[in-house]
């Protein structure tokens, strides 16, 4: 890049009265524009920013080492554009190489930035480091060799559907990616990707699999975790396909979560009792297409609550989720179950009265419920993954204001614009006041 290009695009900032200036100048150009009765939707989200960048620089020079600078702090980019470059099959040669052999060493090789994001990505979405890298490597490939333009999916691929068959969160990852999703071809991949995963799994409880046995618990156990975002996400990505295409695939996809269901017996329980007890939480889990772990209704069917309590164990998963129970039987109980939480004593109550109630964040308010901290929640039974420190700081006010309109910091409609978050504000947020964003006050609609 030539020093000509730098200076374009790195323009110096306003800074001090500088930055009041700028902001009062847009101010007096968004009200021109208005009283010619032109657009301002272009200039209103600069100014939103500009205040909002302005505040957050002041409190850092105030105090730097306060939370929100430390939620605020930059995340490592590098790393962050490696990984979306992979997810969009743009990886370089060098990078290629790169990860194959950080894969290969269990990311020994690393720098201790570099390692922790990598972490810090693979953490967030369920994986080891070793299965976040082995991913990247395969969403990479898979996404450059179905978008040739002579590939041919009746083709055999059967060493590239072997490869990503075997990385546990390769489905639940690429069908919420859309660069994976792009084409009918690439989909129907997907699909003999799903058949491999379940016709391994039915061989390992026959104990005449091919791949490790490792391995093949893994994927079992991602499909009974992931089971949810995975219907939800194939039926978005074969909506618009024939009825018969989508028949075959939500059929593939209940077989594969059959099959996990039976090679987590085979492997997780002893006796016929447990035997039961899975086959009931699994059976749930596919009518109701509830997120993992659920809240178990209180009158869940018989060996659910058993069967479930029996997962969380096995799968070594902290807290038991407490079961819903009609308001007029939890009236009656002194001390109802808590909601299940994102931290690691889910579900406990406080073992002490000297612990504060109000430094904890409230867990449901109204229709919404928090699953799991910076990272999902339900809103009248829509569930919304959602994840960037300043969302949350958004939603934990909204939460603790029960309710009532809260003022929340400048920037929130662009902050909650896409995907998840733009779906949870419209559908659970409303602004005090008319007009775009109202008086900058939002609530949790009841």
């Not at 590939?151 to 990852?173: S, T, V």
């Not at 594969?256 to 016929?272: D, F, P, T």
């Given at each position: 890049m030539s020093s000509t290009q730098k200076d374009d695009s790195s323009p110096k900032k306003p800074v001090g009265q500088d930055m009041n200036r700028v902001i009062a100048d847009l101010v007096q150009s968004e009200e021109s524009i208005r009283r010619d009765g032109e657009a301002t939707c272009s200039v209103q989200p600069i100014i939103e920013y500009l205040g909002f960048k302005q505040h957050w620089e002041s409190r850092y020079a105030e105090q730097k080492d306060c939370a929100a600078y430390r939620i605020n702090s930059p995340r490592n980019e590098e790393v962050y554009s490696l990984i979306r470059r992979a997810e969009r099959g743009n990886l370089t040669i060098e990078e290629i190489k790169k990860l194959e052999l950080a894969a290969e060493r269990d990311g020994q090789q690393?720098?201790?930035?570099?390692?922790?994001?990598?972490?810090?990505?693979?953490?967030?979405?369920?994986?080891?480091?070793?299965?976040?890298?082995?991913?990247?490597?395969?969403?990479?490939?898979?996404?450059?060799?179905?978008?040739?333009?002579?590939?041919?999916?009746?083709?055999?691929?059967?060493?590239?559907?072997?490869?990503?068959?075997?990385?546990?969160?390769?489905?639940?990852?690429?069908?919420?990616?859309?660069?994976?999703?792009?084409?009918?071809?690439?989909?129907?991949?997907?699909?003999?990707?799903?058949?491999?995963?379940?016709?391994?799994?039915?061989?390992?409880?026959?104990?005449?699999?091919?791949?490790?046995?490792?391995?093949?618990?893994?994927?079992a156990k991602a499909w009974i975790s992931r089971y949810s975002s995975i219907m939800r996400d194939g039926e978005q990505v074969f909506a618009k396909e024939r009825a018969d295409v989508q028949s075959r695939v939500s059929n593939t996809l209940n077989w594969a979560h059959e099959e996990a269901s039976g090679l987590i017996k085979h492997v997780l329980c002893a006796s016929y009792v447990e035997k039961a007890q899975v086959d009931a939480i699994c059976g749930w889990l596919r009518a109701t297409k509830e997120w993992f772990p659920p809240q178990l209704p209180w009158d869940a069917p018989k060996n659910v609550h058993e069967g479930l309590e029996l997962l969380l164990d096995r799968f070594s998963l902290s807290g038991q989720p407490p079961a819903v129970m009609p308001a007029e039987l939890s009236a009656t109980v002194a001390n109802p179950p808590e909601p299940l939480t994102g931290n690691e004593n889910q579900g406990r109550t406080p073992e002490s009265p000297e612990e504060p109630a109000a430094q904890k964040t409230p867990d449901a308010v109204g229709k919404l419920v928090i699953l799991e901290l910076n990272k999902s929640l339900k809103y009248d039974g829509e569930q919304f993954t959602i994840r960037g420190d300043e969302r949350w700081n958004d939603i934990r006010a909204l939460v603790t204001a029960q309710g009532e309109f809260v003022k929340l910091e400048k920037g929130f409609p662009q902050r909650f614009a896409k995907n998840d978050a733009q779906r949870f504000r419209k559908l659970a947020t409303e602004p005090e006041g008319p007009g775009r964003n109202g008086t900058g006050r939002y609530r949790i609609k009841p």
């Amino acid at each position: 890049m030539s020093s000509t290009q730098k200076d374009d695009s790195s323009p110096k900032k306003p800074v001090g009265q500088d930055m009041n200036r700028v902001i009062a100048d847009l101010v007096q150009s968004e009200e021109s524009i208005r009283r010619d009765g032109e657009a301002t939707c272009s200039v209103q989200p600069i100014i939103e920013y500009l205040g909002f960048k302005q505040h957050w620089e002041s409190r850092y020079a105030e105090q730097k080492d306060c939370a929100a600078y430390r939620i605020n702090s930059p995340r490592n980019e590098e790393v962050y554009s490696l990984i979306r470059r992979a997810e969009r099959g743009n990886l370089t040669i060098e990078e290629i190489k790169k990860l194959e052999l950080a894969a290969e060493r269990d990311g020994q090789q690393l720098s201790r930035a570099g390692r922790a994001a990598f972490e810090q990505y693979a953490g967030s979405h369920g994986q080891t480091l070793q299965e976040c890298l082995h991913f990247l490597l395969e969403i990479n490939g898979f996404i450059r060799v179905t978008g040739e333009s002579d590939f041919d999916p009746d083709d055999n691929h059967a060493g590239m559907i072997d490869l990503c068959a075997r990385i546990p969160m390769f489905i639940p990852e690429a069908l919420a990616n859309k660069d994976a999703t792009l084409t009918f071809e690439k989909k129907m991949v997907l699909v003999n990707i799903i058949a491999q995963q379940a016709e391994e799994m039915k061989a390992q409880t026959k104990g005449l699999g091919n791949w490790p046995k490792e391995t093949a618990f893994s994927v079992a156990k991602a499909w009974i975790s992931r089971y949810s975002s995975i219907m939800r996400d194939g039926e978005q990505v074969f909506a618009k396909e024939r009825a018969d295409v989508q028949s075959r695939v939500s059929n593939t996809l209940n077989w594969a979560h059959e099959e996990a269901s039976g090679l987590i017996k085979h492997v997780l329980c002893a006796s016929y009792v447990e035997k039961a007890q899975v086959d009931a939480i699994c059976g749930w889990l596919r009518a109701t297409k509830e997120w993992f772990p659920p809240q178990l209704p209180w009158d869940a069917p018989k060996n659910v609550h058993e069967g479930l309590e029996l997962l969380l164990d096995r799968f070594s998963l902290s807290g038991q989720p407490p079961a819903v129970m009609p308001a007029e039987l939890s009236a009656t109980v002194a001390n109802p179950p808590e909601p299940l939480t994102g931290n690691e004593n889910q579900g406990r109550t406080p073992e002490s009265p000297e612990e504060p109630a109000a430094q904890k964040t409230p867990d449901a308010v109204g229709k919404l419920v928090i699953l799991e901290l910076n990272k999902s929640l339900k809103y009248d039974g829509e569930q919304f993954t959602i994840r960037g420190d300043e969302r949350w700081n958004d939603i934990r006010a909204l939460v603790t204001a029960q309710g009532e309109f809260v003022k929340l910091e400048k920037g929130f409609p662009q902050r909650f614009a896409k995907n998840d978050a733009q779906r949870f504000r419209k559908l659970a947020t409303e602004p005090e006041g008319p007009g775009r964003n109202g008086t900058g006050r939002y609530r949790i609609k009841p």
